[in-house]
Every structure is written in structure tokens, then in C-alpha cells.
């Protein structure tokens, strides 16, 4: 049996050290619980202040709104900013032509809203964008956006679609007759990466946008963006506003379908005007690097190869490529023509407008041949690489109809895919800081990456 250590001689020490080790233990518990303590009190008061001062309630008695905001407007502590914040968005909102619009852009960091909004801007309508930056292509494009926006004095607010006190905030510092909904998840492909992204945006921020735009008074008249993905399986060309698109191919085209019929019952229930614009693949300066065109032009400059795709039965894919100068024309011309909302206080007063129109360009261009244009205007051979198409819910052939929108607010696409894409070239080197390469190279063409 083995026989327990004896322990006497180092009891002595043994106590000494356990009384010590008692002794600093309970030092340190005194000094973290009042640490404690006093972190709680913070955190508590903190999160009071917070709730009491920030949040205005979410009531649809528009007076109740009213007087909680003139009491709280100036704190510093409310949703979005203080007073100086409010100043901004209540100038940029401001029109400066008789009988501007003041309209609410939403993307207004994207590719389309950019554009729209500077044209706003510039014919004297008040704009105040939202945006929020998020990061499913380079935000630094984004931010670049910005800063050209705010040259121009369009004040864009950081936030999310989906955060109401702060949207019912803007609507209360700044009454827009018009909102212009660009904001939303896009792309074919990521969506099969991300699902629940197109999901928050493009439906759960979409009835968040119309909830409070049907709770203001007076309502706003809100035209978005569709897409025309919503024609998915559709097979018969060109596509018209009247065919069937009841056959998604992806579930970006699905959230997109599924806002079409949100915006039929917002319009039904609470006598929202709602106008919905199914763009044709949009291109142009300071477009989106997820598009085709983007990286093409990247990686033909960098001499990566880039795949080309046809269809199962070996056809070209083919597109209509709308140039975004006539896309933001459609934007205008849809707003100019949208009727006020009939609503008030949450209540429908009467039957609204309710539209949705093609805009797109009327002949659609093999990708072959947007290659070739490309190849063209930077002056290099494109290494391509021919893959038969993933079923990713790109459709091959998309091809517009724009009567109706020609007819209801002279909507005519004028801008050819040679000239858009020279256009977007000459903006592309601009941006990135690349040397063009010319026919006749004196000299070596040095470092290209983007
Ligand atoms: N560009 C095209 O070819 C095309 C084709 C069909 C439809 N559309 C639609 O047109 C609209 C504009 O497209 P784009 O090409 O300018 O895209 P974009 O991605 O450049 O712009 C969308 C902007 O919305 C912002 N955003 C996204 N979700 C948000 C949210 N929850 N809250 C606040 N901001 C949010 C993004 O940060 C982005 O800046 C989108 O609704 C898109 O689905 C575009
Ligand atoms: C285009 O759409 C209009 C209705 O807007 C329709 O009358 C016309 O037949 C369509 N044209 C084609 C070629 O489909």
C-alpha cells in the first residue's frame, strides 16, 4: 500500500499560502463585482437613453408621429443623426425648380441610382439617397458614387431597407412625392450562394419600404425596378408586358415576380401608385463588376481567358443591352408620368395607378459580338473559352418589346451597344488608371491590372 506523503513540515507554508491566495482572491472579487456594478448601471442607462430618446413609435397616426418627432428631432441620440444631419437631408430633399419632386432613391450608391439621381438632381428635383453599402461587389465603387453625388449636393443615408424607425424618419423630415426603388439584392447567379440575401432586400425591404410610404401622408407615388428575369422560361420574343411570367429561373427573377404582385396588393389595399420597370441588362459607366461586360473588359485587359456561353443545343446566347442613359430617360419618364397615390392615413381612398413596362433596347447582340466590340476598343485579343451553359437560371435569349412604354411616356432606346461600350471603355481606363493601349505601341504598355 503506498503511504501518503507526509505533509507536516509544509502545513505551515501550506496555510500561509492559502490564506494569501484567500486574500487576493476576495481583493479581486470586491474590486470586479464593483467594476461590475457600475458597467451594469452604465449599460442600463445607456440602453434607457437609447429606447426612450431614439426610437419613434411606429404608430400610423401620422399626429402622434408628429409631435413625438418635434419634441426629440434635435437630440442627438435619435435614429439617423442630429440636427446637422436633418439639415442635410432635408437640402438634398429639396427641389429647386417650381413643382420639383422630392424623391426618395433608394441604391442610390448602385449603378442605375446613381445615374438617376444626378439626373434628378440636375433638372432641379430634390434627392436624398439610401443605400447601404453593403458588399456584394467592391463597396469602394459604391463610396466612389457617392462622392460624385456629393459634388453635386445628393446627400445619400447609410441604411438598410429594412430598419423602419429610421425610414419613417426620413419621411418625416423630408415629404417625398416620389420614391424611386432601386435598392436591392441583384444577380442571377449569387443567388444560389446566398439565398436569404434576395430574400431581406428585394421582398422583406421591399413591403418595409411600402409600409411606411402607405402609413405617410400624403403618400408617395414609387416607382421601382423589376427585371426582366421575370420572363424566366418564356420562350416566345420579344418579350411583352402581357405574356405570362409565371416560370422564374432563378430566385432572384422569383423575389422580383414576387414584388410585382407585392406591388399589386399595396396598391389594391392602401391606393399606392406603383410603377414597375423591367430593365434589360443595363450597362455603361461606372456600371456593376458582376456583370459580363465589367469583367470581360478586366480580364481581356489582363489577359485571363473569359467563357463564352451557349446553350445546350450550341446557339449563342443573346441580349438586349440597354445603355443606362436611356434607362435613366425610362426612370424619368415613368415618374414624370405617375399619378399621386389615392390613400390616406393608411386608408384607400380611391382606385391608384398601378403600371409595369419593359425597358430594354430593341435588338438583342450575341455575346460573340459584345466580345468583338470589346476586342475592338482596348485593342486585344480576347483568350475565349466556350462552356456549354450551367443551368444557373441565366436565360439565353432575352429580347424587349418597349411599345407601351414608348407609347405612355415616349420611351425610346437610342443608344447602340458599339457606341455604350466606348463609352464605358473610355469610363473604365478613366477609373482604374490604365493606359490605353494604341494601335501603333511606341512604347511597352506597362503594368495594366485594374
Ligand atoms: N443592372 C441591370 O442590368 C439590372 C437588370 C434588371 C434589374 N435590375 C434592378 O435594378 C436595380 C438597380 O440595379 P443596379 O444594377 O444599379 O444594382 P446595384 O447593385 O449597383 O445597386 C443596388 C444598390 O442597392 C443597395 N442595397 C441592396 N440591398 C439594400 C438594402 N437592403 N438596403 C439598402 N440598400 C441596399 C446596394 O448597396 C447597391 O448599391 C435593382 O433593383 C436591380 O435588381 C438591374
Ligand atoms: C408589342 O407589345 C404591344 C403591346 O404593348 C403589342 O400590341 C404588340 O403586338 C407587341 N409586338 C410584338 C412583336 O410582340
Redesign the pocket.
Known sequence: MPTPPDTSKTLKLERYNSYLRKFHSTKLINASSKLLFRATLLVALLLILFFTISYPPLSDNPHHRLHRHSLLSTSLFSVGGGAAWEKQVRRSSTPRRPNGFSVLV????????SHCSLALKKRGDGVLG?????D??DPSL?RARQNLLKKHEVFIVE????DAPLLSKLFYVAPFTHVLH?????GVRYAMQNPQSYI???IA?FVNLLEIAKATNPQPAIV??????VYGLNSENPFSEIDRTDKPASL?AAT?KAGEEIAHTYNHIYGLSLTGL??????GPWG?PD?AYFFFTRDILQGKSIEIYKTHDQKEVARDF?YIDDVVKGCLGALDTAEKSTGSGGKKKGPAQLRVYNLGNTSPVPVGRLVSILEGLLNTKAKKHVITMPRNGDVPFTHANVTLAHKDFGYKPTTDLASGLRKFVKWYVGYYGIQPRTKKETQPTGDESG
Open positions: 433608394t441604391g442610390a450608391a448602385g449603378f442605375v441610382g439610401l443605400d447601404n453599402f453593403n456584394y461587389y459604391k441604411g438598410d431597407l429594412n432601386l435598392a436591392a439584392q441583384a431581406r432586400s428585394n425591404g421601382w425596378a423589376s427585371s426582366s428575369s432572384y422580383k423591367r430593365f434589360f441588362t443595363v450597362y456593376r456583370m440597354t
